[in-house]
């Protein structure tokens, strides 16, 4: 039996497996819990061969480090909440991806990449804005899975919002290039497609 190494105290080893099964799906274990499995939804053609399809039947990992990313930093919430005595009813996570994933298709000349991830967490909470800001910087400090997009340098805009509120109590955007974000430079690329077919049939009719 090979010897397993050994760390220093300070460094946490999680193991995961992973068995891969027909089509897309594969599952992911992890000693003492139920596994997780991942797949692709339904419709999901990586084009050759054809059959090579998702079924809808678990979670696709990109959902899946989503809510890694949700869930770490909830976890590390709990923690800075208690040391800052920083306290909260409630918390909740909304966070949306964007992928451009040409690269994984057609263009293989390209890596498939994050464009920008945008983070809301929501908290109920009577703690001053001071406080809030206060809290997030130590909450973005401790996070590991924060720190693997920080690290992988992703466009990330990450807002704290009060329970009810509209607008944040505090935001941070992290890695944006300078000018507009990747994400309003894909809304206006989007909106500039759509209008060619339009602007044809005009110049057709004239």
Not at 47 to 71: C, E, I, K, M, N
Not at 73 to 91: E, G, H, M, N, P
Not at 93 to 106: A, K
């Amino acid at each position: 039996m090979k010897q397993q190494p050994v760390y220093p105290a300070h460094i946490g080893v999680s193991d995961v497996s992973t068995t891969s099964f027909e089509q897309m799906r594969v599952e992911a274990y992890f000693e003492g819990q139920p596994s997780i499995m991942f797949d692709e939804p339904a419709g999901f053609d990586i084009g050759d061969p054809p059959d090579l399809q998702g079924r809808s039947r678990g979670w696709t990992p990109v959902h899946a480090q989503l809510a890694a990313l949700a869930g770490c930093t909830s976890i590390t919430c709990a923690v800075v909440a208690r040391d800052q005595k920083f306290k909260y009813a409630s918390l909740h996570t909304d966070l949306r991806s964007l992928i451009d994933i040409r690269g994984f298709f057609f263009d293989l000349h390209l890596q498939p990449q994050y464009e920008q991830l945008n983070f809301k967490i929501t908290l109920d909470t009577k703690e001053s804005a001071a406080r809030i800001k206060a809290f997030a910087h130590e909450v973005d400090r401790r996070c590991p899975q924060i720190g693997l997009f920080h690290r992988a340098r992703i466009p990330f805009a990450l807002s704290w919002f009060r329970k009810g509120g509209k607008t944040p109590v505090h935001e941070d955007r992290f890695h944006f290039p300078k000018g507009p974000t990747p994400e309003d430079r894909l809304i206006a690329q989007a909106q500039k497609e759509m209008r060619k077919p339009a602007a044809g049939r005009k110049r057709k009719k004239a």
